[in-house]
Structures are given as structure tokens and as C-alpha cells.
T-cell receptor, first 113, second 113 residues
Framework: QQQVKQSPQSLIVQKGGISIINCAYE??????FPWYQQFPGKGPALLIA?????SEKKEGRFTISFNKSAKQFSLHIMDSQPGDSATYFC????????????FGTGTRLTVIP | DTEVTQTPKHLVMGMTNKKSLKCEQH?????MYWYKQKAKKPPELMFV???????INESVPSRFSPECPNSSLLNLHLHALQPEDSALYLC????????????FGEGSRLTVL
């Protein structure tokens, strides 16, 4: 059972455009929602994260929007650049449980010049 | 130092070989992880060490044997692997186990012939 659903699977955006990746979850025990960025041949790197007590978090060109009632969160990349081309994984974490970090299925973003 | 270092970067082995993957971090993190990642898939948890003790084994076959010699080092011993075990093996660390904030290494690309 996929604990975190992510869409789209792939995304092509023009340079300067806005990239939007969406995720949804069901388990209300999740209390931390990180996004990881992975370039080909590299390990994932934490990009930005949010807790459910805030509705938005912005770091540079990257913004997480969080809708607690809908159990959805999304990553917005403003002014997308070719260097942003990577695979993005949303994730959800909880304080308890044996395996407490659950990844979405990933979105491969391609930003074309 | 905010790095997780993995060696080797690439490994090719036969099904009868014995090899080891190594991971090192000097961030003072007390939780360390092994993940397996297949192409176009999210990382899949294999093992978790907390304070140098194995706390999670996600039903991984015994041909994979983890070892945590000290708080900075993590090994994954490989023996009698199958071609389907070919994947990117990622090591990660975090301050504690109850956090979704993982620091990943670049991974070891394993090919089993």
C-alpha cells in the first residue's frame, strides 16, 4: 500500500516556468513532510520540508504548500532552470513506528531551455 | 563535515563472490540506514541502526548482512547475490531515528552478473 501518492510521474517545463508536483497522504500520524531532490547518479538530498502546523514554506525558488484538511502537499519551483532537472520525491514521516519515513513514487522533472 | 561517504562507487560481482559496501559519516548522527534503489523507483529501506544497534531489518534476505562497527561506520556485506539484486545501494544517516531528515551518500552502484 502506497502511503504517499505522488503525481505527475514526469513533468516537462520551459525555462522560467513554474513546476508543480503534488502529493497526498492518508495517515494523520505523519508530522513531517520533506522533499528530496535526486540528480542522476547521485543520492537523494533534502531540499525543503514542512510541518503540518504551517500552510506554506518558502526557500528561494522552492515553495511547499500544505493543506492539512485535504491531506495534500505540493512543491512549486518558480522560475524553473535546466539545473533543476532531477527526480523529486515527496515523503512523509512520523515519530513512531519501525519504518517511519515513506517516499512517494517520484517525479522526473525536465526543464528545457 | 556534512557528508556521507560511500565506497566503492561501482561494484561488479559474480553470484559466488563476497564483497562489502562501506559508509562513513562524521556528523555525529546516531542513526544510520541502508536503502536499495532500483531505476526510476524511490529508495526502499533495508536496515536501520540506532546507536550502533540494529533496530530495523525490513525482511531483507540473509545474503545481505549489515554491520555497524562504530557510530561513524556502516558496512553491508554481500554474499551469493542474485542478478535481481543489482541496484543503487544508498547509505544515509540522521540525528535520530524519529526524523525524516536523512543525509544520503552518493550510493554504490552494484551489478551482479
Amino acid at each position: 500500500q502506497q502511503q504517499v501518492k505522488q503525481s505527475p510521474q514526469s513533468l516537462i517545463v520551459q525555462k522560467g516556468g513554474i513546476s508543480i508536483i503534488n502529493c497526498a497522504y492518508e495517515n494523520t500520524a505523519f508530522d513531517y513532510f520533506p522533499w528530496y531532490q535526486q540528480f542522476p547518479g547521485k543520492g537523494p538530498a533534502l531540499l525543503i520540508a514542512i510541518r503540518p502546523d504551517v500552510s506554506e514554506k518558502k526557500e528561494g525558488r522552492f515553495t511547499i504548500s500544505f493543506n492539512k484538511s485535504a491531506k495534500q502537499f505540493s512543491l512549486h519551483i518558480m522560475d524553473s532552470q535546466p539545473g533543476d532537472s532531477a527526480t523529486y520525491f515527496c515523503a512523509a514521516s512520523m515519530k513512531t513506528g519501525a519504518n517511519n519515513l515513506f517516499f512517494g513514487t517520484g517525479t522526473r522533472l525536465t526543464v528545457i531551455p | 563535515d556534512t557528508e556521507v561517504t560511500q565506497t566503492p562507487k561501482h561494484l561488479v560481482m559474480g553470484m559466488t563472490n563476497k564483497k562489502s559496501l562501506k559508509c562513513e559519516q562524521h556528523m555525529g548522527h546516531r542513526a544510520m540506514y541502508w536503502y536499495k534503489q532500483k531505476a526510476k523507483k524511490p529508495p526502499e529501506l533495508m536496515f536501520v541502526y540506532s546507536y550502533e544497534k540494529l533496530s530495523i531489518n525490513e525482511s531483507v534476505p540473509s545474503r545481505f548482512s549489515p554491520e555497524c562497527p562504530n557510530s561513524s561506520l556502516l558496512n553491508l556485506h554481500l554474499h551469493a547475490l542474485q542478478p535481481e539484486d543489482s541496484a543503487l545501494y544508498l547509505c544515509a544517516s540522521s540525528v535520530g531515528v524519529n526524523t525524516g531528515e536523512l543525509f544520503f551518500g552518493e550510493g554504490s552502484r552494484l551489478t551482479v552478473l
